[in-house]
C-alpha cells in the first residue's frame, strides 16, 4: 500500500482525543463497534485499507457538518472517531489516490495484454508439421493475480483463427512464423492448433520447439490479447464468491491457488480479442500444455496422392536436366563441364530413383510364394 493510506499524525490524535471521550460516555448510542475498533487503528497510525478509505471518503461526504456540533456532543465526538478535521482532506486525497489508480487500470486493460502458458510433448502425431495444446487456461490464478473465467474467451475465438497469428516472442514487426489452424474452446480453456511457416526463421524455431520437446524440455506459449470485461476483487477469497454469485462453476476453478492470493485481483469475463499467440522462452502457467507434435514441417504435399507427387518430381527433374544441358553446352564450349557439386547430386538423385525404381520391381509375397510353390512341382 501506497504511504498515503497511513494517518497523519493529527489524524491519530483526534482518533485518541474521541476514543477517550467514548470511555468517558459522551459517544452516544449510535456508534457501531466497527468505528471503534478502526478508530483504535488510526489512532495507533496503522496503514488503513482500500475498503477503509472508500469508506471514510463516503462518511465525510454525508457528515461533515458534524465538525460544527458542540464538542460534547455524539456528533462531535462521531467526527473525532473518524479522525477530526484533517480526517476530511485526508480520506478524500486518499480516495482520489485510489480513483486514479483504477483509471490507470482501466486505461492498461485497453492495451494489448500478454499471458503466458507452458507447452509440453505428451505424444507425436504424423501430420502436417506444428504444435497442439492449450493456449489459455481457465480458472488459473496467473502470475498477473487473473484469473480467466470459464467460457470468457469464447466469442473471441472465430476472429483469432480468421486473422490471427502464430508470431515469435511477440515479434509482431518481424514475418509470422505461423498461422492458426484451429482454436477451440474446451470448457478447461481454448486447445490450439498452429502451423509453422517454411520460412527460413519458422523453421528455426520449430527445431529449437522439437528438440526440447523431444528432450521433454518445455516450450511456452503466450498469447496477445484485449480484455473486454473485468471485475476487480479484494483478494482470492473475493474472486471465487464472485464467480459463485455469477453463478459460474466453481470446479472449473483451481480453488486453492486462488484462495492463497491476499491481494487485489481481476476475474476476466469478456476476451475483447486476442491477436496472437507466440512461441517464448519462460513459460507462467505450467498447467497449460501441448498434447501433441506434428513432425514434418508443414509440408505443401501434404494431402497428396503419390501419384500427384511423382508428377511434380517429373516435372522438377525435367526441369533440371534442361537447366543442366543448357549450363552443360555452354561450358563445353568453354571447354569446361558441370561442376563437382552439380555432378554429384545429380548422382545422388540417380542412386534414390534406381533404388525406389528396383524396390517398386521386386515381387510381392504373393508373387514369391507362388514362385515357391512353382519350384517345388
Same mark, same amino acid.
Given at each position: 500500500?501506497?504511504?498515503? +493510506?497511513?494517518?497523519?499524525?493529527?489524524?491519530?490524535?483526534?482518533?485518541?482525543?474521541?476514543?477517550?471521550?467514548?470511555?468517558?460516555? @459522551?459517544?452516544?448510542?449510535?456508534?457501531?463497534?466497527?468505528?471503534?475498533?478502526?478508530?483504535?487503528?488510526?489512532?495507533?497510525?496503522?496503514?488503513?485499507?482500500?475498503?477503509?478509505?472508500?469508506?471514510?471518503?463516503?462518511? $465525510?461526504?454525508?457528515?461533515?457538518? +458534524?465538525?460544527?456540533?458542540?464538542?460534547?456532543?455524539?456528533?462531535?465526538?462521531?467526527?473525532?472517531? $473518524?479522525?477530526?478535521?484533517?480526517?476530511?482532506?485526508?480520506?478524500?486525497?486518499?480516495?482520489?489516490?485510489?480513483?486514479?489508480?483504477?483509471?490507470?487500470?482501466?486505461?492498461? @486493460?485497453?492495451?494489448?495484454?500478454?499471458?503466458?502458458?507452458?507447452?509440453?510433448?505428451?505424444?507425436?502425431?504424423?501430420?502436417?508439421?506444428?504444435?497442439?495444446?492449450?493456449?489459455?487456461?481457465?480458472?488459473?490464478?496467473?502470475?498477473?493475480?487473473?484469473? +480467466?473465467?470459464?467460457?470468457?474467451?469464447?466469442?473471441?475465438?472465430?476472429?483469432?483463427?480468421?486473422?490471427?497469428?502464430?508470431?515469435?516472442?511477440?515479434?509482431?514487426?518481424?514475418?509470422?512464423?505461423?498461422?492458426?489452424?484451429?482454436?477451440?474452446?474446451?470448457?478447461?480453456?481454448?486447445?490450439?492448433?498452429?502451423?509453422?511457416?517454411?520460412?527460413?526463421?519458422?523453421?528455426?524455431?520449430?527445431?529449437?520447439?522439437?528438440?526440447?520437446?523431444?528432450?521433454?524440455?518445455?516450450?511456452?506459449?503466450?498469447?496477445?490479447?484485449?480484455?473486454?470485461?473485468?471485475?476487480?476483487?479484494?483478494?482470492?477469497?473475493?474472486?471465487?464468491?464472485?464467480?459463485?454469485?455469477?453463478? @459460474?462453476?466453481?470446479?472449473?476453478?483451481?480453488?486453492?491457488?486462488?484462495?492463497?492470493?491476499?491481494?487485489?485481483?481481476?476475474?476476466?469475463?469478456?476476451?475483447?480479442?486476442?491477436?496472437?499467440?507466440?512461441?517464448?522462452?519462460?513459460?507462467?502457467?505450467?498447467?497449460?500444455?501441448?498434447?501433441?507434435?506434428?513432425?514434418?514441417?508443414?509440408?505443401?504435399?501434404?494431402?497428396?496422392?503419390?501419384?500427384?507427387?511423382?508428377?511434380?518430381?517429373?516435372?522438377?527433374?525435367?526441369?533440371?536436366?534442361?537447366?543442366?544441358?543448357?549450363?552443360?553446352?555452354?561450358?563445353?564450349?568453354?571447354?569446361?563441364?558441370?561442376?563437382?557439386?552439380?555432378?554429384?547430386?545429380?548422382?545422388?538423385?540417380?542412386?534414390?530413383?534406381?533404388?525406389?525404381?528396383?524396390?517398386?520391381?521386386?515381387?510381392?509375397?504373393?508373387?514369391?510364394?507362388?514362385?515357391?510353390?512353382?519350384?517345388?512341382?
Amino acid at each position: 500500500m501506497p504511504e498515503i +493510506f497511513y494517518p497523519p499524525k493529527a489524524v491519530q490524535n483526534a482518533c485518541k482525543r474521541g476514543l477517550y471521550m467514548f470511555e468517558q460516555g @459522551m459517544g452516544g448510542d449510535g456508534l457501531e463497534p466497527a468505528t471503534i475498533k478502526e478508530a483504535r487503528s488510526m489512532a495507533a497510525g496503522e496503514q488503513q485499507t482500500e475498503n477503509k478509505i472508500r469508506k471514510g471518503y463516503r462518511w $465525510w461526504v454525508r457528515n461533515a457538518r +458534524f465538525l460544527d456540533e458542540p464538542e460534547d456532543s455524539p456528533a462531535y465526538v462521531a467526527a473525532l472517531l $473518524w479522525g477530526g478535521r484533517t480526517a476530511k482532506a485526508w480520506f478524500t486525497s486518499a480516495y482520489n489516490y485510489i480513483i486514479d489508480q483504477e483509471q490507470n487500470r482501466q486505461m492498461n @486493460m485497453t492495451k494489448i495484454q500478454h499471458r503466458q502458458f507452458d507447452l509440453r510433448m505428451d505424444d507425436a502425431v504424423e501430420s502436417k508439421g506444428g504444435l497442439k495444446g492449450t493456449a489459455l487456461a481457465y480458472g488459473k490464478m496467473d502470475s498477473y493475480m487473473t484469473v +480467466f473465467a470459464p467460457g470468457s474467451a469464447t466469442a473471441a475465438l472465430p476472429d483469432f483463427v480468421a486473422n490471427g497469428s502464430f508470431l515469435a516472442a511477440h515479434d509482431a514487426d518481424d514475418l509470422a512464423i505461423g498461422y492458426i489452424r484451429s482454436a477451440v474452446d474446451t470448457g478447461a480453456g481454448v486447445e490450439v492448433e498452429v502451423d509453422y511457416h517454411t520460412t527460413g526463421d519458422a523453421q528455426d524455431a520449430r527445431t529449437v520447439a522439437m528438440e526440447r520437446l523431444a528432450a521433454g524440455k518445455r516450450v511456452g506459449l503466450s498469447i496477445g490479447f484485449n480484455i473486454g470485461d473485468y471485475v476487480e476483487l479484494q483478494n482470492g477469497d473475493a474472486l471465487l464468491e464472485m464467480a459463485a454469485t455469477m453463478n @459460474m462453476d466453481l470446479n472449473a476453478f483451481d480453488v486453492e491457488s486462488i484462495r492463497k492470493c491476499q491481494r487485489e485481483c481481476y476475474l476476466i469475463t469478456r476476451i475483447a480479442k486476442i491477436f496472437e499467440v507466440s512461441q517464448v522462452n519462460f513459460p507462467a502457467v505450467p498447467e497449460s500444455e501441448a498434447t501433441a507434435v506434428r513432425h514434418d514441417l508443414g509440408s505443401a504435399h501434404a494431402g497428396m496422392t503419390l501419384a500427384d507427387q511423382l508428377d511434380l518430381v517429373h516435372d522438377a527433374i525435367e526441369s533440371a536436366t534442361k537447366r543442366a544441358t543448357e549450363v552443360f553446352e555452354l561450358r563445353s564450349e568453354q571447354n569446361k563441364t558441370l561442376g563437382k557439386t552439380s555432378i554429384e547430386k545429380l548422382e545422388q538423385l540417380r542412386g534414390k530413383l534406381d533404388s525406389l525404381i528396383q524396390a517398386a520391381s521386386a515381387p510381392t509375397a504373393l508373387e514369391r510364394q507362388a514362385e515357391k510353390f512353382a519350384k517345388l512341382r
